[in-house]
T-cell receptor, first 115, second 111 residues
């Protein structure tokens, strides 16, 4: 079990550029979550998917943010255009769909810096 | 806010002592979970306690849950330097599939 894989680990970009973060969940996990972590706001849920379908995107801060899950083994989080306040660590997590009582498995995150 | 609120925000103790962290929340839950995060890494699940359970143990970890007070505590016994990390409680909101995290407690174990 390779765990949840995120890429890149670090991303530095200039304001206005498009940023794409990638996630490969654990095989067989039906749920995929995107979180953002900052010192000020802690760990915020942005969006989650069930069987590749977005279920709740109420945490997506603005229309500049979009997420897709084209298949069970891949998801992207895109920011276009990026702004300095988007600087944060972005985590992807997955879990099996059997019940609420399954824990989340997190990737190691992508540290995004927008200058 | 639905998220858990943790207390204290930071805790520094000597190796060998016990560490206690608390979490309070405001909504009905399916379960409450505790996670650990080492610097620069993702969160790692430690223990899950269901809403109908009052206490659970796993190794040196002991978790309690009081649904009437909407609060939980995590006790780490006989702490080690390697326990230095941030600890987060997360609530699984009743009727929803999402997990909402608290702000975390930064634990430092001094050798």
């Amino acid at each position: 079990d390779a765990g949840v894989i995120q890429s890149p680990r670090h991303e530095v970009t200039e304001m206005g550029q498009e940023v794409t973060l990638r996630c490969k969940p654990i095989s067989g996990h039906d749920y995929l979550f995107w979180y953002r972590q900052t010192m000020m706001r802690g760990l915020e849920l942005l969006i989650y998917f069930n069987n590749n379908v977005p279920i709740d995107d109420s945490g997506m801060p603005e229309d500049r943010f979009s997420a897709k899950m084209p298949n069970a083994s891949f998801s992207t989080l895109k920011i276009q255009p990026s702004e300095p306040r988007d600087s944060a660590v972005y985590f992807c997590a997955s879990r099996p769909g059997r019940s609420y009582n399954s824990p989340l498995h997190f990737g190691n995150g992508t540290r995004l810096t927008v200058t | 806010s639905q998220q858990g609120e943790e207390d204290p925000q930071a805790l520094s103790i000597q190796e060998g002592e016990n560490a206690t962290m608390n979490c309070s929340y405001k909504t009905s839950i399916n379960n409450l979970q505790w996670y650990r995060q080492n610097s620069g890494r993702g969160l790692v699940h430690l223990i899950l306690i269901r809403s109908n359970e009052r206490e659970k143990h796993s190794g040196r970890l002991r978790v309690t849950l009081d649904t009437s007070k909407k609060s939980s505590s995590l006790l780490i016994t006989a702490s080690r330097a390697a326990d230095t990390a941030s600890y987060f409680c997360a609530i699984s909101i009743q009727g929803a599939q999402k997990l909402v995290f608290g702000q975390g407690t930064r634990l430092t174990i001094n050798p």
